[in-house]
């Protein structure tokens, strides 16, 4: 599941955790494709075309990154869900650093996203990466990910 997201030509990945490793990846496989990205700010490098700006203020552009989506302000969330609402043929990634996976059916972002990834380094010396496939706000499929270090 996590080949057919960098995969994705369209579609909201949901990333929780603090996965810059993984969001990397993700931007350099869709920058790699030939998509414009256009994020907030960039927390870690990708190689490409890369513009800064705000997503919700317009521009068209191939694929967008938003950083820390849930922890904004209610207003500020409003807006994006309508901006998320807008259009359906866009590759959004929201990167989250807070962990969320079960607590996900709290948010209305759920309604918005066909993705979560939520990232957790464990203190045993293992990383878990739970995917979920979300289809009009519900759990679909899911498939978890464990790698030792």
């Keep these: ?3 057919e997201i960098a995969e994705l030509e369209e579609g909201r990945v949901l990333l929780t955790g603090d996965a810059k490793k993984l969001a990397r990846i993700y931007l350099n496989a869709w920058v790699g494709r030939g998509k414009t990205l256009l994020v907030e700010y960039l927390p870690f490098q990708v190689n490409g075309d ?3 700006g705000s997503p919700l203020e317009g ?3 191939d694929a967008y990154l938003i950083v820390n989506p849930l922890s904004r302000p209610k207003s500020e969330r409003e807006k994006l869900y309508s901006w998320l609402g807008e259009g359906e043929n ?3 990634l929201l990167y989250e650093q807070k962990y969320i996976k079960d607590s996900i059916i ?3 972002i759920k309604e918005f996203i066909d993705y979560l990834i939520a990232y957790k380094r464990e203190t045993v010396g293992f990383e ?4 979920m496939k979300f289809e009009a706000g519900r759990i679909v499929a899911e498939k978890s990910y464990v790698r030792k270090y």
Aim: avoid cysteine.
């Design 128 to 131: 878990r990466i739970d995917v």
């Design 106 to 108: 709290r948010y209305p």
């Design 90 to 92: 866009k590759l959004v």
């Design 50 to 52: 890369v513009y800064i």
């Design 1 to 3: 599941m996590l080949k």
């Design 59 to 61: 521009g068209d552009f």
